[in-house]
T-cell receptor, first 116, second 110 residues
């Protein structure tokens, strides 16, 4: 297994366009997380899936943002009507769910979004 | 809400020890983590500690946890230029509610 992968690595779009990012977690990891990271900041939690169920959403996740994980494997994050303030690195992480484990997360390389 | 704070910058000389500090507010945190991020790369888990432990050592890394003061530190012994990166402290409650600090940029001077 090669780790968490994200596609695309970079996306440049014009304000008002829709964008979709994909995350492929480590196989058999049933937890998947999306974060946003802006320059000089730590990752900010956006949403979290356990298998296909979206269990938690941050208040940062406005109604323009939607995430899915239809089969409990890969996930997509869509941003509709992008705004310049959406420019950031979007990080995906996965973790196994094991009793008495650290539930440590393994991060992908991120998708850098630039909204012009 | 939960908050994690870190000093933003640290400079040390090669061969010295580095100590990066972190404070957090969530008393229900079960795990605390240190991640490393190099330029243009994703976050790499360095080490973690369970909240009922005081100390954990892993090669050059030593993590100290003062649960009473909600203070976490990462000591890097014999710091090398390859250790230059941003170090993030993070906390979670059984794998949920992950909260990251702003990161400490470590610069290692030759």
């Amino acid at each position: 297994d090669t780790g968490v992968s994200q596609d695309p690595r970079h996306k440049i779009t014009k304000r008002g366009q829709n964008v979709t990012f994909r995350c492929d977690p480590i196989s058999e990891h049933n937890r998947l997380y999306w974060y946003r990271q802006t320059l000089g900041q730590g990752p900010e939690f956006l949403t979290y899936f356990q298998n296909e169920a979206q269990l938690e959403k941050s208040r940062l996740l406005s109604d323009r943002f939607s995430a899915e994980r239809p089969k409990g494997s890969f996930s997509t994050l869509e941003i509709q009507r992008t705004e310049q303030g959406d420019s950031a690195m979007y990080l995906c992480a996965s973790s196994p769910e094991r009793t008495h484990s650290t539930d440590t997360q393994y991060f992908g390389p991120g998708t850098r979004l630039t909204v012009l | 809400g939960e908050d994690v704070e870190q000093s933003l910058f640290l400079s040390v000389r090669e061969g010295d020890s580095s100590v990066i500090n972190c404070t957090y507010t969530d008393s229900s945190s079960t795990y605390l983590y240190w991640y490393k991020q190099e330029p243009g790369a994703g976050l790499q888990l360095l080490t973690y500690i369970f909240s009922n432990m005081d100390m954990k050592q892993d090669q050059r890394l030593t993590v100290l946890l003062n649960k009473k003061d909600k203070h976490l530190s990462l000591r890097i012994a014999d710091t090398q230029t390859g250790d230059s990166a941003i170090y993030f402290c993070a906390e979670s409650n059984y794998g949920q509610n992950f909260v990251f600090g702003p990161g400490t940029r470590l610069s290692v001077l030759p």
